[in-house]
């Protein structure tokens, strides 16, 4: 596959040069907005048009679910990046219907970390449905998010927090929180 990629990218590369497409653009969000979802295979080439978002619009972030585990800070900790060192003034957590982290139980979970020569020990000594962050509902998942970001000290309080879902086929949004 790496082979696959390098040779598109040549091609890839020359033909944004011969269209003048290869001019440096600012890396700071044009639209001073942060997305954080889901990593979702479906949400590429989905998300940012069914927002109105182009390159260079956003900073956009995500994980499998768009999950803020607890006692875990690292989205907390790029969210805070982008707002109180990058001076992004909103940020939306966008959930999708039918998501691959609702689908998962604990014990095929730890059937496949097995299967995968997981070492027993490592597998006991973690909660399976926290540290993967099983979801029971995607709605109630995006709400926990954007909760979590409002209470958070690190999110300076004029940022403005959205928690919306969108479908990942039809791309139609709802607002949630
Ligand atoms: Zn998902």
């Not at 709400?143 to 979590?148: G, H, W, Y």
Request: proline content about 3%.
């Amino acid at each position: 596959m790496l082979e696959r990629i390098l040779e598109h990218n040549r091609k890839f590369v020359q033909e944004r040069k011969n269209a003048g497409k290869d001019k440096p653009i600012s890396g700071h969000a044009h639209k001073d907005i942060m997305v954080f979802t889901c990593m979702d295979t479906r949400l590429i080439e989905l998300l940012e048009p069914a927002m109105g978002f182009g390159r260079g619009d956003i900073k956009i972030l995500k994980n499998a679910g768009n999950i803020i585990r607890n006692n875990c800070s690292d989205v907390i900790r790029s969210v805070a990046v982008g707002t109180v060192l990058m001076g992004l003034k909103e940020v939306y957590v966008v959930g999708h219907s039918d998501c691959g982290m609702r689908k998962q139980n604990v014990e095929d979970i730890k059937a496949k970390m097995a299967e995968r020569g997981i070492p027993a020990d490592a597998i006991e000594a973690i909660d399976i449905k926290e540290w993967f962050g099983l979801l029971q509902d995607e709605t109630e998942n995006v709400k926990d998010a954007v909760l979590k970001l409002k209470n958070s000290p690190y999110i300076p309080k004029d940022v403005k927090i959205h928690g919306l879902l969108i479908d990942p086929n039809s791309g139609e949004i709802s607002v949630i929180a």
